[in-house]
């Protein structure tokens, strides 16, 4: 079951709360009773273990190729050669 974050607008009290996909989104605030309880954007939190994909191909290294060197900003203010 997903864990939400919640926050009430009225009163700043914070909680998570355990609930099913289709249970209704909480609106009371348990703190004051306002209907200002809403519910919070929250990150995914994951972990990969094992000796999947990600371990054998991005583990300690990338496949991705390295970035070109940083030259500076394109154009910072009159520094270059379009000024």
């Known amino acids: 079951?997903?864990?939400?974050?919640?926050?009430?607008?009225a009163c700043g009290h914070a909680?998570?709360?355990?609930?099913?996909?289709?249970d209704p989104?909480?609106?009371a605030c348990p703190s004051c009773k306002a209907e200002s309880y809403q519910k919070q954007v929250t990150a995914a939190g994951?972990?990969?273990k094992g000796t999947g994909w990600y371990a054998t191909d991005f583990k300690g290294g990338s496949s991705v190729a390295a970035p070109a060197a940083d030259s500076g900003?394109?154009?910072?203010g009159g520094a270059c050669a379009c000024h």
């Open 25 to 27: 989104v909480l609106t």
């Open 73 to 76: 900003p394109a154009c910072p």
């Open 1 to 9: 079951m997903p864990i939400y974050a919640y926050r009430c607008a």
């Open 15 to 22: 909680d998570e709360h355990m609930q099913k996909l289709a």
């Open 46 to 48: 994951f972990q990969l």
